[in-house]
């Protein structure tokens, strides 16, 4: 019999049997009074929801104690708090599966299948199983926390301490030292991150799915396979752009560091582009830079100059985002914010947004550099923030962005305005400092470095983990697969060699934090799309890398309007708010650096291209 005729035979009738004592009297027939399925279904909902958003709070303060205080009893306490609240979502799950196969309203249909898909690391319906899996993803978080790079007994390096060093370090050895040093933290993780493959893995398949990837392309609003498909598509729009890049950066580190280090039609060794994973390349601009189009201007250099320490440049980002018309932050978010490292303690540095109370105490996590790049990244981290604002009146199960991509996308759309006119109104460049048009191509290729180089790697860290969570890939066969997709997609390579006992992805915190990564791909291809659409909106008739929307409240109205609607609909309809389309597109990106792939295209004529 199947569960939906399990659940109508079993659980939507009600016998009642009356009894009459009466002399004489026969005995009546028991009736059956069926419940509708749609009532049955919003009361269990209700619980449901009731019971998350309180043990939802309970973890999210012991996590952020934990990641603010990295200690065996906080982690303890985070651990059992994520155990409750895991097995609380499993056991919910398996309940709401009962209600497949019948004929629901829309919105609770759309609630169900929310608490089946969107739990990240699923545990097995087992108590031991479960608090098992909470210690180890509470372990592996704390071993990244506190990694650190040691040259000696009393001169040690946090991750943040590396990565500046990185970013301005021409030294081939110190880089490669750096490289090589920060994944030794991982190796230990392997054990630890295969056990918790395997058990979330089980959760997974108790809950109907092959196996955790699939789990995880299901949440969606399509299909797994469809999921994948669209990841595809969409990197096959970019991937052009890409691979003019990457021929033009190579060329340049082979004019840096000699063609013997740098092939002219190998991939590149990961260590010498700027960045600890090689993730983002702005950090070796002026190595790639076209001749003459310095656009006068530093954004680091014009921060220090106006005085911007951390708390002011958090100030900033929230400017932005009230100029279009958003409420300002809480005076709670400056009260319990961690805004720069502790010199007293470990604490994840990882920058984060957090919502506390799914009402009005969020805050962001993050040990700020007084940089311009990490003045764009708390205009990301903000965007979580006023996202998670703009959606509070929702209820527990639609208080999230309308795909995960969507939550990553809206603090870098914001910081794509963040443009020398930008700058001009802020007080951060005088109009005679804007740069003239002739100086885009530096702009565009420093924003690409970052940004288009970004792509591939966003797509590969989830295209590995699929392949592991469906075992085509083996715990011994983890660090080369790895590899193998670096290559195959970045045409980046491992500086030295590396063996099966390394766990090179667990020093991304990515992977040992357990957090899903297609969502930062999509948000890559989002921010432009989005960008696009509220330019056209606010009347830009220039290119749209020149634009802004600092200060236009109908855009911000609009913008509103899509996140208000959280998770409530599929994300193809709140999509369509702001863009007038349902089908994500990358064109956008093509758009934005259209200038930069005409010179690019240029400037690689002789070379040897691809890898």
């Not at 090689?278 to 001749?291: H, L, M, S």
């Not at 998770?567 to 650096?593: H, N, R």
Request: proline share 5%; aromatic share 10%; with cysteine.
């Amino acid at each position: 019999m199947s569960n939906p005729e399990k659940f109508r035979r079993g659980l939507l009738a009600i016998t009642l049997a009356s009894a009459l004592a009466a002399c004489g009297e026969q005995a009546v027939e028991p009736k059956q009074i069926e419940i509708d399925p749609a009532s049955l279904a919003a009361s269990f909902l209700i619980n449901a929801e009731d019971e998350l958003a309180t043990l939802r709070k309970e973890l999210y303060r012991a996590e952020w104690i934990y990641q603010n205080f990295i200690t065996e009893d906080t982690a303890s306490l985070a651990a059992d708090a994520n155990s409750r609240y895991t097995a609380a979502q499993v056991r919910l799950a398996h309940e709401a599966a009962k209600f497949d196969g019948i004929d629901l309203a829309a919105s609770t249909r759309r609630k169900l299948d929310i608490l089946k898909f969107s739990i990240v690391l699923p545990a097995p319906v087992d108590a031991d199983k479960n608090a098992e899996l909470a210690k180890l993803a509470a372990d592996l978080n704390g071993m990244y926390g506190k990694g650190k790079y040691c040259l000696s007994a009393d001169n040690c390096l946090t991750l943040p301490e590396m990565s500046n060093i990185m970013a301005s370090s021409r030294d081939a050895d110190e880089l490669l030292a750096l490289w090589q040093g920060w994944r030794d933290v991982s190796p230990p993780m392997k054990p630890l991150y295969e056990r918790q493959v395997s058990l979330a893995n089980e959760g997974a398949k108790a809950l109907g799915f092959n196996d955790l990837g699939t789990m995880w392309r299901s949440n969606y609003d399509m299909s797994p396979t469809d999921f994948s498909v669209e990841m595809d598509r969409l990197w096959g729009q970019v991937k052009p752009l890409y691979e003019a890049l990457h021929c033009h950066v190579r060329a340049k580190l082979g004019e840096t560091y000699g063609t013997d280090l740098v092939s002219p039609d190998q991939p590149i060794p990961a260590h010498l582009l700027g960045n600890m994973w090689a993730q983002t390349w702005g950090n070796i601009y002026n190595i790639a830079a076209p001749e003459d189009a310095d656009p006068g201007f530093d954004l680091t250099t014009q921060l220090a100059v106006h005085g911007y320490d951390e708390l002011k440049m958090v100030e900033g980002a929230e400017r932005f985002f009230t100029s279009l018309g958003f409420e300002p932050l809480p005076d709670t978010f400056w009260q319990r914010s961690l805004f720069t490292q502790p010199a007293d303690r470990d604490v994840v540095c990882h920058a984060s947004a957090w919502d506390l109370d799914d009402q009005e105490d969020i805050r962001i996590k993050m040990c700020i550099q007084k940089t311009g790049e990490e003045y764009a990244v708390i205009h990301h981290e903000l965007g979580h923030n006023f996202y998670q604002r703009a959606y509070k009146e929702q209820s527990t199960l639609f208080q999230n962005s309308a795909n995960d991509g969507f939550h990553e996308a809206i603090g870098d759309t914001i910081a794509l305005s963040v443009t020398p006119e930008y700058l001009r109104q802020t007080g951060l460049l005088t109009a005679e400092e804007i740069p003239s048009a002739d100086k885009d191509l530096g702009l565009l290729m420093k924003m690409a470095m970052d940004k288009v180089a970004f792509l591939p790697f966003g797509l590969l860290v989830d295209k590995w983990r699929w392949q592991v969570f469906s075992g085509d890939v083996s715990p011994q066969q983890y660090n080369q697969a790895w590899w193998q997709l670096r290559e195959e997609y970045q045409g980046v390579k491992a500086p030295i060699s590396r063996d099966e006992n390394a766990f090179d992805p667990g020093a991304k915190y990515h992977v040992p934090g357990n957090t899903p990564y297609a969502r930062y791909f999509l948000a890559h291809i989002l921010q432009f799309q989005f960008h696009r659409s509220l330019c056209e909106m606010a009347g830009n008739e220039g290119p749209i890398h020149r634009c802004t929307i600092y200060g236009n409240k109908e855009v911000g109205e609009k913008l509103n309007a899509m996140l208000a609607m959280g998770a409530s609909k599929p994300w193809p309809e709140a999509l369509e708010i702001v863009t007038g389309s349902k089908q994500m597109d990358a064109t956008a990106i093509l758009d934005y650096f259209a200038p930069l792939k005409t010179w690019l295209d240029q400037q690689n004529i002789g070379r040897q291209c691809g890898w």
